[in-house]
C-alpha cells in the first residue's frame, strides 16, 4: 500500500472512531434513530470525511442495515440492544467500524461476547495469517460463552470505493486456505446472537448501491440515478434521495431495480438479540487497526 493510501485509510479510520464514540454517548432509551444517524453523517462531514455508507442503527434482532427513513420517529427502547455501523471514506479509503450499546445486564454479556471475539481476532491478523484460523478463533470466543456466531455474515477486505471486496472473513470456522496478505484492508466484524446463528433478509430494503447505468424512462428515476451515481460504487439511503416524498423516491429507485441497477440492502434479520463489533485494520507486518 502506498503512503498516501495509507494516509487516507488512518484519516478515515480516526473520523470514524470519533464520530462511532460520540453517537454511542448519544444512544440512551427514548433517543430517536433519526437524530443519531444525521449526527453521524454530518460530523463525518464537518471532520473531513465523507459517509461510505448510511449510518446503520440496527435495534435488537435487527443485526444491519437498517437505516432510519425520513422522519423516523423509532426511539431507543428500554432494555435494547443497538449496534452503531459508521462507515467513512477519504477519497474513496474507506474506514467501517461498529460497536454494540447494551440497555440491560442480559443484552451487555451478548455484547461482550462480539466484543471480545473481536478482540482475539485481531490479536491473529499479520501478513499470511490463515484467514480460518481468525474465523475459528470468532466462533470459539463467541460460543464459549454461551451465543451464537452468525455464520452468513462475514467480514470482508476492502478497496477503494469497494466495502464488500475478497478477502470473506466469515465468523465461523470454514476449510478455507486463504490467507492474509501485506497491504489489504480487512473489516472484522464478529455478530453473536441468542437465536439461530444466521439472519434472513427484512422488508423493505432502505440501503442501496448503484450496479451501473442503464436508459430510464422516468424524471424521477433519471433523478435518482444521478444522484446515485455521485457515491461512485458505494452506499446511499433511501432518506438521501432528493425527494420530498418517500412514496416518489420509491418509485424512482423501483425503476431502476426493475433495470436491474439497483443492489438492496435489506435488513438483516435474526430470531435472537444480536450483537457486533467491528474494526477495520491494514495488514502489515505491524498491522494498523485505524478505527481504534
Ligand atoms: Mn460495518
Ligand atoms: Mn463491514
Not at 89 to 97: C, F, L
Not at 238 to 252: I, N, V, Y
Amino acid at each position: 500500500m502506498d503512503a498516501e493510501a495509507e494516509e487516507k485509510y488512518i484519516k478515515a479510520g480516526k473520523i470514524a472512531a470519533k464520530v462511532r464514540d460520540e453517537a454511542a454517548k448519544m444512544a440512551k432509551p427514548g433517543a430517536k434513530l433519526l437524530k443519531i444517524a444525521e449526527f453521524i453523517e454530518s460530523e463525518t462531514r464537518r471532520l473531513g470525511g465523507e459517509p461510505a455508507f448510511p449510518a446503520n442503527l440496527s435495534l435488537n434482532e435487527i443485526a444491519a442495515h437498517y437505516t432510519p427513513v425520513k422522519n423516523d420517529e423509532t426511539v431507543i427502547p428500554d432494555g435494547s440492544i443497538l449496534k452503531i455501523d459508521v462507515g467513512v471514506h477519504v477519497d474513496g479509503y474507506v474506514a467501517d467500524t461498529a460497536k454494540t450499546i447494551a440497555f440491560s445486564d442480559e443484552m451487555e454479556r451478548l455484547s461482550n461476547a462480539s466484543r471480545d471475539a473481536l478482540e482475539e481476532a485481531i490479536k491473529l491478523v499479520k501478513s499470511g495469517a490463515k484467514i480460518a484460523d481468525i474465523s475459528k478463533r470468532i466462533e470459539a470466543v463467541i460460543t464459549s460463552q454461551g451465543y451464537k456466531p452468525v455464520s452468513n455474515l462475514t467480514g470482508h477486505g476492502l478497496e477503494r470505493y469497494f466495502l464488500h471486496a475478497e478477502p470473506r472473513i466469515p465468523n465461523v470456522a470454514t476449510r478455507n486456505e486463504a490467507r492474509l496478505k501485506d497491504g489489504m484492508a480487512i473489516a472484522i466484524e464478529p455478530f453473536a446472537t441468542s437465536g439461530m446463528g444466521e439472519v434472513r433478509d427484512s422488508a423493505p430494503a432502505l440501503i442501496f448501491m448503484l450496479l451501473g447505468k442503464k436508459p430510464l424512462r422516468g424524471g424521477d428515476a433519471r433523478k435518482a440515478a444521478a444522484f446515485a451515481e455521485s457515491f461512485k460504487g458505494l452506499p446511499f439511503a433511501e432518506r438521501w434521495l432528493p425527494f420530498d416524498s418517500t412514496f416518489k423516491a420509491r418509485l424512482a429507485l423501483r425503476e431502476l431495480r426493475e433495470k436491474g441497477v439497483l443492489y438492496d440492502y435489506p435488513p438483516l434479520k435474526e430470531k435472537g438479540m444480536v450483537s457486533q463489533h467491528e474494526h477495520t485494520i491494514l495488514v502489515k507486518d505491524e498491522p494498523i487497526v485505524t478505527t481504534l
